[in-house]
């Protein structure tokens, strides 16, 4: 595949429904200037970590959501301007979406620790941890 048409395909699918404004009113769109890279893994929110995450909201195996790394999330005791916002991650020519909801301060950066539900749209569990790239579902990202 061209680069080129691979960087269409990236730029296309981060592109759906944020505008800008709304970026820049949650504080984020000045760090947003690439596709993030890390590492994807899964967790079981209500025996690892607590069924309710750091911006709030109950979760099961079942729930879309993921944890960011603690570098990008912020203070873990805090909301953060992520919160609540789409990420489109892909791994191995797959792509799911997900809403962040907690942070992983255990993930390094870029990294996002996923539920079972988000992970097995990219791998089998038993892979356990997955090369992934992601972007806010939204956002025109950058390819470096």
């Known amino acids: 595949m061209s680069k080129t048409l691979y960087f269409n395909l990236i730029h296309f699918s981060c592109v759906e429904s944020l ?6 009113a949650r504080g984020v769109v000045d760090i947003l200037s690439n596709i993030f890279r890390g590492k994807g893994t899964f967790f079981h929110p209500v025996t690892e970590g607590g069924a309710i995450g750091s911006c ?3 979760a099961n195996d079942h729930s879309r959501i993921c944890a960011m790394n603690i570098k990008q999330y912020g203070q873990s005791s805090k909301k953060s ?3 609540f916002l789409q990420l489109r991650v892909k791994s191995g020519g797959k792509s799911t979406i997900c809403t962040v ?3 992983c301060p255990g993930c390094a950066e870029g990294s996002l620790d996923m539920t079972p539900q988000v992970f ?3 791998a089998h569990p038993s892979v356990g941890v997955i090369p ?7 956002y025109r990202g950058l390819l470096k």
């Open 19 to 24: 505008p800008v404004q709304e970026l820049q």
């Open 56 to 58: 709030g909201p109950v």
């Open 81 to 83: 301007p992520w919160c």
């Open 101 to 103: 909801t907690d942070c």
């Open 120 to 122: 097995n749209d990219l």
């Open 132 to 138: 992934i790239e992601w972007c806010i579902r939204g």
